[in-house]
T-cell receptor
Framework: EDQVTQSPEALRLQEGESSSLNCSYT??????LFWYRQDPGKGPEFLFT???AGEEKEKERLKATLTKKESFLHITAPKPEDSATYLC?????????FGSGTKLNVKP | KAGVTQTPRYLIKTRGQQVTLSCSPI?????VSWYQQTPGQGLQFLFE???????NKGNFPGRFSGRQFSNSRSEMNVSTLELGDSALYLC????????????????FGPGTRLTVT
């Protein structure tokens, strides 16, 4: 069964304290792994797409990496404005499966 | 460039009624996907339309249906509403289909908050 599991469910960091979010997946025929950020009351905001193991992408303080079984979203020196829920999703032959998300709270 | 727009933003309906939600994709985007988001189940894929054809469908009952018009705008319909249909319904658009592009980006609208009483 295709599924996505994210951990931890919630993460509290001090401003500047780097950490990583995990997304493990089982999917037949991975066509892409996606990271989104969602703020309360808003739709998810696209961050990254990763296609193959070993691929990495960066955007400001965020860096996403991909292996054959999981993906990590590394947050370097986070700021309070990085507080949000981060969602991971995989695509299998055009169907999307989302994880339940990691709620990140960065305190000043 | 305007983003994905969804109307209405909020809706309150009674059990047994039906509802139609609308989504306008980013200009030039031909694929529109619909999702249901609830606190208990998270984000769940409903269906995807491309060039007016439903290309993929999630595991939802037949009460949930949709269509896409020639201008890529899409509507989603839910008939015989149940209390459990209360959710945030999100629409997302992209240039093409996820499995057929080497560089795929999907953009979400703000959602329609549906409350069934």
């Amino acid at each position: 069964e295709d599924q996505v599991t994210q951990s931890p469910e919630a993460l509290r960091l001090q401003e500047g304290e780097s950490s990583s979010l995990n997304c493990s997946y089982t999917v037949s025929g991975l066509r892409g792994l996606f990271w989104y950020r969602q703020d309360p009351g808003k739709g998810p905001e696209f961050l990254f797409t990763l296609y193959s193991a070993g691929e990495e992408k960066e955007k400001e303080r965020l860096k996403a990496t991909l292996t054959k079984k999981e993906s990590f979203l590394h947050i370097t020196a986070p700021k309070p404005e990085d507080s949000a829920t981060y969602l991971c999703a995989v695509c299998n032959f055009n169907k999307f499966y989302f994880g339940s998300g990691t709620k990140l709270n960065v305190k000043p | 460039k305007a983003g994905v727009t969804q109307t209405p933003r909020y809706l309150i309906k009674t059990r047994g009624q039906q509802v139609t939600l609308s989504c306008s994709p980013i200009s030039g985007h031909r694929s529109v996907s619909w999702y249901q988001q609830t606190p208990g189940q998270g984000l769940q894929f409903l269906f995807e339309y491309f060039s007016e054809t439903q290309r993929n469908k999630g595991n939802f009952p037949g009460r949930f249906s949709g269509r896409q018009f020639s201008n890529s705008r899409s509507e989603m319909n839910v008939s015989t509403l149940e209390l459990g249909d209360s959710a945030l319904y999100l629409c997302a658009s992209s240039l093409g289909l996820a499995g057929e592009q080497s560089s795929y980006e999907q953009y979400f609208g703000p959602g329609t908050r549906l409350t069934v009483t």
